[in-house]
Nanobody
Framework: DVQLQASGGGLVQVGGSLRLSCTASGFTFDDYTIAWFRQAPGKEREGISCLYTKDDSTTYIDAVKGRFTFSSDKSKKTWYLQMNSLKPEDTAVYFC??????????????WGQGTQVTVSS
């Protein structure tokens, strides 16, 4: 079975940093996309970053560009989202998702459980 495990969330002050991890098992990820999503209270889930496992190329939404960095450790089947200069509007539950080339937006997407990130002002 495909499983994704997200971790690393917590409470941090404005301007602080957190590193989220997403560890995968049960699938060969050589030609997949791994994506991070977040969902703030009362808002829809939004995709914020995507990594193509074949070449580790990444994309980011403008709201996190320059502050968040998506990286991978393929030996550990783990992907990381380094979040710096955190803002209150980054407060949300963060999810990772694995899918075949759709950045979590197509059918057959596997989801991990969420991890809460709270940024206090």
């Amino acid at each position: 079975d495909v499983q994704l495990q997200a971790s690393g969330g917590g409470l941090v002050q404005v301007g602080g940093s957190l590193r989220l991890s997403c560890t995968a098992s049960g699938f060969t990820f050589d030609d997949y996309t791994i994506a991070w999503f977040r969902q703030a209270p009362g808002k829809e889930r939004e995709g914020i970053s995507c990594l193509y496992t074949k070449d580790d190329s990444t994309t980011y939404i403008d709201a996190v560009k320059g502050r968040f960095t998506f990286s991978s450790d393929k030996s550990k089947k783990t992907w990381y989202l380094q979040m710096n200069s955190l803002k209150p509007e980054d407060t949300a539950v963060y999810f990772c998702a694995a899918s075949y080339l759709t950045c979590g937006l197509g059918p057959g997407t596997f989801w991990g459980q969420g991890t809460q990130v709270t940024v206090s002002s």
